[in-house]
Every structure is written in C-alpha cells, then in structure tokens.
C-alpha cells in the first residue's frame, strides 16, 4: 500500500510538471451544434488542452474564414491570415475553451502557434 501511494505521488509530480507538453499537444475539434440560422449550420470549436499547464497567443489559420455572423473581436480576433483567440489569454490548464460559428461548411482550422507555460 504505501509504495503504491508513493508511486502515484510521484507520478502526479511528473505529470505536473508538465513534461513532454508542448503546444502540439493542443487539438482542435469541430462538431455541428445542431443549430441552425436562416438554414445556415453552425459549428462549435472545441480548443483542448490536456496539459497541466497553461497556453497563452493560441493562433489559429483562419485564411478564407467567413463566417456568415460576424464572430466577435474578444474571441476570434483576425489579423492576416491568422486568428488570434481570446486576444491572447491563457487557455488553462487541462481545459477547453469553445466557440462556435455560423457558416455553410466547417472552416478547417489548425493551430498555428501557441505559447505554453509548460516548463
Ligand atoms: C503531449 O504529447 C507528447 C508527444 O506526443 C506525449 O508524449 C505526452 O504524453 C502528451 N501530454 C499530454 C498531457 O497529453
Ligand atoms: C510563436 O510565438 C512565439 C512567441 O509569440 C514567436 O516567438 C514565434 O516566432 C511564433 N512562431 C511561429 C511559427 O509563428
């Protein structure tokens, strides 16, 4: 038993210490909402971060991106062809952080940059 528990405790140090994290851990899902405006589907963009730490300026390519509603600055901020997201804040630590569009197929985005606080 407590070898166990001493193992589990330095497993949870490794872990959180980030480890092996960087941002291409980071992945990008995209689902319909079920939602529609005026017919026009709308989709939802699920940014996850599986790492014990932080990432902050996620941008995303967003060449092309013309979403049918305008999507606010404070979320998917376009400056060329990049998209910066939540102007730069973190995405913390093993969350999700969603958004959602509206448009008449899904835009493919992929992550082009991100700065993690993984040490
Ligand atoms: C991050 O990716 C690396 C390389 O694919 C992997 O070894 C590591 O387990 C991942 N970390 C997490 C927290 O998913
Ligand atoms: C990613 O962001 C960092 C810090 O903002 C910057 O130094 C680096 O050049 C960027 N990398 C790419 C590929 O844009």
Redesign the pocket.
Known sequence: MPCKLLCLLILVTF?SQ?????R??LTLKQSKTGNLYKDVTEWEVRLTN???CDFKNVKLSCTGFKPVIPIDKSVLSKSGNDCLLINGQSVGY?SDYVFRYVCATSFNFKILNATSACS
């Open positions: 872990v980030g480890y092996g994290c960087d291409s851990n599986p790492c014990p093993k």
